[in-house]
């Protein structure tokens, strides 16, 4: 019997796709919530069918511990199902653009008029109310807003998606504490122009190279990170490669700057990325491998399953008072 969670007999309906719902909603999973994913039946979220350039399953990945039903938000007829839905929810999850949402009727002024309790979060691209409102856009573009990018490179991590996710998940947590004293839900906004922006406050591995803080390459032509920003660790490197004459020169910048990480790099080759990790066993200096990407962290092996599309359809839609009758009329016409 699995331990209890913090959001055990939290509902949550996700309206989302692509990345940045699917991981708020996912982080909320994990803390035990049961998150029912609503797709629409021609195809589902497009993270199904998107490819990558890569074999890591994301999908699988983001939509694990979920369930999943089909509903044509766009049919007239799916508005009895989507009450039901809600008369069993907490939180409503959506990533559509405003006028979209107004369009289905899942937008935070339509459904909290029914439902004073409800909490509707809203991942949007930009503030509801400013110039930029209905513009479509996706991470690049919201780097590119907040001055992240470095022509003519591409960025790493999807900054705006994951960061508005957490900032989402975050959010919902906060309004959950406040209906338990207030009894009233909440309309949340994130966007992702907002999370973008946030992460240009911050500064980069690269502001922060030096000798103490970069990749070294080894013999063996592998590649160890070293990030030894505090002196005490530079120390222990130094002494563990066996240049203690560069200790004091740690933060040095320059011409003389560029000496150390030349004679740091030079010392680097001479052992194999094993040889050197074994040295600095159980010593404290931040030198990691670098690895290439790998399962995601924390997943127990056999959890990692998505549910097919619809999958939970009928034992969700039965459990809200729609018979098997119901539910066959539904998909003659469509709407699941």
């Not at 990749?215 to 660790?233: H, P, R, S, V």
């Not at 962290?297 to 999958?311: R, T």
């Amino acid at each position: 019997m699995s331990a209890p969670q913090p959001l055990d007999g939290i509902r949550i309906l996700d309206l989302t796709r692509l990345l940045p719902g699917a991981y708020a909603t996912l982080m909320l999973a994990d803390l035990g919530a049961e998150v029912v994913k609503i797709e629409d039946p021609r195809g589902g979220d497009g993270m199904r069918t998107l490819r990558l350039g890569s074999d890591r399953p994301y999908f699988e990945w983001l939509n694990r511990r979920k369930r999943s039903v089909t509903l044509d938000l766009r049919s007239p007829d799916a508005v009895p199902v989507l009450d039901a839905l809600l008369a069993t929810a907490d939180v409503v999850v959506d990533s559509f653009r405003p006028s979209t949402a107004r369009r289905l009727g899942v937008d935070a002024a339509t459904l909290r008029a029914r439902r004073p309790s409800l909490i509707c979060a809203s991942i949007i691209g930009f503030e509801r109310d400013g110039p930029r409102a209905e513009m479509p856009a996706h991470d690049l573009n919201y780097q590119a807003l907040a001055g992240l990018l470095r022509p003519p490179a591409l960025p790493g991590p999807l900054v705006s998606d994951v960061g508005a996710a957490m900032q989402a998940a975050v959010a919902i947590l906060a309004a959950l504490f406040e209906r338990q004293r207030t009894g009233d839900g909440r309309a949340l906004d994130v966007t992702l122009e907002g999370a973008a922006a946030a992460w240009s406050l911050f500064p980069t591995t690269g502001e922060l190279e030096s000798a103490c803080y970069t990749l070294y390459e080894t013999a063996d032509g592998a590649w160890l990170a070293l990030a030894a920003i505090e002196a005490k660790f530079w120390r222990g490197f130094c002494e563990g490669i066996e240049r203690a004459d560069l200790i004091p020169l740690q933060h040095a910048r320059g011409a003389e700057g560029e000496r150390v990480s030349a004679e740091v790099r030079s010392a680097m080759r001479t052992r194999t990325r094993d040889e050197w990790l074994a040295r600095f066993a159980g010593v404290d200096v931040c030198l990691t491998p670098v690895e290439r990407p790998g399962s995601p962290a924390g997943v127990p092996p056999g959890d990692s399953s998505a549910p097919a599309l619809g999958a939970d359809t009928d034992a969700v839609l039965g459990g809200v008072g729609f018979d098997g009758a119901a539910r066959a009329a539904l998909r003659r016409q469509g709407v699941i």
